[in-house]
């Protein structure tokens, strides 16, 4: 009997240390990624000439500087809901005219607030408990919508 509960004992004890493992390199991995990300978006966006970030292909979409700040936009809104992090810099994304704010579509400023967002988002995955991930969330948006923690949407009501 005393064999049994040791084994038992040792079973749990891996199987702590293989989640704790697991949320290491889902959280290296995750980083990882996010950096790549903004390495290549830095340079997408480098690669625009400034005179083109109001380029609209048809009128009915956004300028390229307009969806660039909608990315950073939903780069900081969907990490902030989905990893529960509330940073300071990402107060101006919640503003729901932030993309069409004239003084910020020049190269410079979408640049700043696109790599701005990033940063965020690096930053909650960095302060992301790993072992909540999966867990389902609530966060009001302007209507209900369930998130888990990846930052998937459940569901929308």
């Known amino acids: 009997m005393k064999s049994f509960f040791s084994l038992?004992?040792?079973?749990?004890?891996?199987?702590v240390t293989a989640q704790?493992?697991?949320?290491?390199?889902?959280?290296?991995?995750?980083?990882?990624?996010?950096?790549?990300?903004?390495?290549?978006t830095?340079?997408?966006?480098?690669?625009?000439?400034?005179?083109?970030?109001d380029f609209h292909p048809v009128d009915s979409v956004r300028t390229f500087a307009q969806q660039m700040l909608h990315l950073?936009?939903?780069n900081a809104g969907l990490v902030s809901i989905g990893?529960?992090?509330r940073s300071p810099a990402a107060q101006v994304f919640y503003n729901p005219t932030f993309e069409k704010t004239p003084t910020?579509?020049?190269?410079?400023?979408?640049?700043?607030?696109?790599?701005t967002s990033y940063?965020?988002?690096?930053?909650a995955i960095k302060n992301l408990d790993f072992t909540k991930v999966g867990e389902v969330i609530m966060e009001f948006t302007g209507r209900q919508t369930n998130f888990n923690t990846t930052g998937l949407v459940i569901e929308s009501l």
């Open 20 to 40: 704790d493992s697991l949320s290491i390199t889902l959280k290296q991995q995750m980083l990882k990624e996010w950096q790549r990300a903004k390495v290549y």
């Open 83 to 85: 990893a529960g992090f």
């Open 72 to 74: 950073a936009q939903s």
């Open 8 to 15: 038992l004992l040792s079973l749990c004890c891996l199987s």
């Open 104 to 115: 910020i579509q020049n190269k410079d400023s979408v640049i700043y607030y696109v790599n």
């Open 42 to 53: 830095q340079e997408y966006l480098n690669a625009m000439p400034a005179d083109k970030y």
């Open 119 to 123: 940063d965020i988002a690096i930053d």
